[in-house]
């Protein structure tokens, strides 16, 4: 018995004494922003991306390759290359569309793209709004059923800008093609049941969904009947009042897509919506766009 008991014993002392002479454990890998600018680049792209990054503390990118860096040989000798791409419609939690884009070769169109987000992006979104990077590219396109010419792209960890023919728009025709951009960056932020919402929806008095008729109405009723419910949506198809989610977005797209004045004056007749504007134009700001 005392042999089992010392041979533990001894076992018990070794590990002890392995363990305190292990060296303190340090990372084998660790992970480097490629989205920097190298430290040691000095051409003009990198000095126009490495001040960008300084006065906005957003990366700028105008390619897609993030890093591409010899990883050995193979047995013939050939270098093998490992090449990372920006993957615009990478998603973890969604599939997004393809997109494909010609790249910005001129220094001084480099230049125009980056006053362009500097004049008419930038000064709108607060940082809770400001993507990771920006992507300026000459020209871009999304597939859904075919290829289509988009203005931006608003991927999970880059906001892609297309600049072709930015320079022969007016100054409000920039500003309203930057309309879409900014409902999209803020749609993608905010969601129906966020709790800041929680007033917006409870003016719906729980007709979400309902059938015109929970509420009294015909089947068929009239605008200004369903506009004192509160309601810029509705389903003549079903006979129904919106979903949640259908009001959220009418809404929305009301603060972005009407003037304010307009609006009111408009809906002036039904409180109901005239308080559920306020709401969301409030929730909008709280999200970190700034009008």
Not at 21 to 39: A, G, H, M, N, Q
Not at 220 to 231: C, L, M, S
């Amino acid at each position: 018995m005392k042999k089992i008991y010392y041979i533990i014993l001894l076992n018990l002392l070794t590990v002890t004494f392995s363990c305190s002479k292990e060296d303190d454990l340090e990372p084998t890998d660790i992970r480097y922003d490629y989205f920097t600018v190298s430290p040691d680049a000095n051409d003009e792209e990198s000095i126009l991306r490495r001040k960008f990054y300084e006065d906005h503390n957003i990366h700028l990118l105008f390619n897609d390759t993030l890093r591409h860096e010899q990883r050995g040989t193979y047995a013939d000798g050939t270098p093998h290359w490992f090449t990372e791409l920006l993957d615009l419609s990478y998603d973890i939690t969604s599939t997004k569309n393809e997109t494909r884009f010609t790249y910005i070769r001129d220094h001084q169109k480099q230049k125009e793209g980056i006053r362009y987000a500097e004049t008419y992006i930038l000064p709108h979104l607060d940082k809770e709004l400001r993507p990771y990077s920006i992507f300026l590219v000459e020209t871009l396109e999304e597939y859904g059923w075919r290829w289509n010419t988009v203005a931006y792209y608003n991927g999970k960890r880059c906001l892609a800008l297309a600049i072709q023919g930015i320079a022969e728009l007016e100054e409000e025709e920039i500003k309203e093609r930057c309309i879409d951009i900014f409902y999209n960056i803020v749609d993608s932020k905010t969601n129906y049941y966020d709790e800041e919402l929680n007033d917006f929806i409870a003016l719906g008095n729980k007709l979400h969904g309902e059938t015109f008729e929970s509420a009294g109405l015909s089947d068929d009723p009239t605008d200004e009947e369903i506009y004192a419910f509160g309601f810029l949506t509705w389903s003549t198809w079903y006979q129904e009042f919106p979903s949640e989610s259908s009001d959220f977005t009418s809404f929305l797209k009301a603060v972005f897509y009407q003037k304010e004045e307009d609006f009111k004056v408009q809906y002036a007749s039904y409180p109901l919506i005239l308080q559920k504007y306020d709401i969301m134009k409030e929730v909008v700001k709280q999200k970190g766009y700034i009008f």
